[in-house]
């Protein structure tokens, strides 16, 4: 940058970034950790102006004290900053009811843009004054109560994203929060207690990410049971993690959906326009979604017959995953089926990519992957991510059975590697819109 500025003439001032406008250097400082910004107010007496100025990114995690000190290092800066607040962080401190009050008040007024809380220990209750904060445009929330002032009462015109991670809200004050969010393209969903029933409707909200807890429900208390996506005409994503206990999801009206998935038999009852499935099993099929490119399946054994059934319901795939279920409930039950001939649109026309995550050979996923090898007739890469360590003699064994010699693809790779059990199901922020396959985990 320096060499873009008049050279000084010798004896002049050398300092080279000090001649820079006054707007230039608040942008660089509010790009640095926050001691390293604060520091530069000992340079001289306009570098203390301008961090005081300069847009605020206040994260606990920056500060030097030691936690149980960092609630009195936060409300010391936004008492002699003033400048607008970028982002606050807070993920190491657990304020007090008043200071946290306080600070949201005081960031209110600076027209804050995002927000992340994720407390230590037991829920923290979120003040009124979350709601002042009207300005956010991200807002990340772990381990919170949002405040009952919440119903119907929120409006946050500008939020485009927003996360509840292990959060308790009622159902009013859920429903009230995304009815005040008009600009919303993002939702992930990840733990929320305290309301059974959802209805989406939203015309602007393209990723909708659900994940409920691993445990019964009766061991962890009130959580979503009932999902329905009633009016989302911009939804491109609609992502189900940990769906080992439901929720139930109905499908309605999402015209433009491209990737679905985790589904499963952990899904009592699942709808998809008018098609219906009950814990895997196909009660009325119907080929509806013909915008959705990629789906992701798990299975406790993996199957043709429910495998088919959904294809049916989706004739224009391109990318399917099949995964086999790292927890397998007690309820859930093998499907009794054996192999079949169908003619399906997507592995006539579509399908270039099947991923088949927890292979280890069982007869039924055998099966499984001789059907798609023998009939995607555009495949491009089949790919097997086995739990095993592939040794040569099991390859050997496998592709001999598999028949690829016979396969309708010839030009299609076929590909063994190892995998490591998770319960990863798919790439972390998956909700984010610029993802482009968010299933592609790292072997």
Known sequence: MASLLPSAAAGDDPDQ??????CLLTTILSLLPLDAAAQTAALSRRWRNLWLSAPLRLLDSDLPS???????????????HRGDAVSFHLSLSRPSPSDLDSWLRNLAGRRLQELLVQPPSEPLPLPPSLLAC?????ADLTNCRLPAAADGAASFPHLHELTLRYAFASSPALHGLLAGCPALASLSLDRVFGCR???VRSRTLRSLTVSVSLRRREEVGEELQDLVVEDAPLLERLLGHDVNWGPSIHVLHVPRLEILGYLGVGIP???LGAALFHSMHAV??????????????EMVDPQVKPVVDFLRCFPCLEVLYITSHMVVPRSMETLKCDNMDYSIECLNHHIKKVVLAGYVGRRRELQLAMFLVSNARVLQVMKFLCTNDCNPTWLASQKRRLCLENRLSLGAQILFEVYKKSHT?????ASNIILVNPFDVKT
Do not use: C, N, W, Y
């Open 134 to 138: 009207r300005t956010l445009r991200s």
């Open 17 to 22: 970034i000090g001649r820079l406008p006054d």
């Open 425 to 429: 199901r798919f790439r972390k922020h």
């Open 197 to 199: 029933s959802l209805r």
């Open 269 to 271: 009852s699942l709808q």
């Open 66 to 80: 030691p936690s149980p000190f960092h609630s009195a290092a936060i409300s010391r800066i936004l008492a002699s």
């Open 284 to 297: 009325r099929l119907a080929a509806e979604f013909r915008t959705v490119k990629m789906l992701a399946l």
